[in-house]
């Protein structure tokens, strides 16, 4: 049970209900029967899993995560991102995109690592 005015009471349905509101592909209207439903939620699952690049883990999709395909993606772009700014150093201010491999995920992180993952993006 969730509590009144808690947000992050069951932040998992909280985080794929809100997830699923904002697809794209979200229907504009009611389905038409269960096998639809289920029909629409399997699309989307297939689409979130396998097409859908998540920012939380540097925009690698949760399957090439889950098949350790994500290291050698993301030390690819990290090769591309600096090579760009050696070739064009005036279109950067500052440090390229941080592409290091995220070991953990926190729907709700403690107050203490906002702050630090804040401090690495700066």
Request: hydrophobic share 25%.
């Amino acid at each position: 049970f969730s509590r009144p005015s808690v947000s992050d009471d069951n932040p998992y349905s909280e985080s794929l209900f809100r997830t699923l509101k904002y697809c794209p592909a979200y229907p504009g209207k009611l389905f038409e029967n269960i096998e639809q439903a289920r029909q629409w939620v399997h699309r989307f699952v297939q689409w979130y899993n396998q097409e859908h690049r998540h920012s939380a883990i540097r925009y690698v999709t949760p399957g090439q995560r889950h098949r350790g395909k994500d290291t050698a993606l993301l030390k690819k772009r990290q090769k591309l991102y600096e090579t760009a700014k050696v070739r064009n150093p005036h279109r950067w201010s500052g440090k390229t995109r941080n592409w290091n491999p995220v070991n953990e995920v926190w729907l709700n992180p403690p107050r203490e690592i906002r702050a630090r993952e804040q401090k690495v993006c700066k």
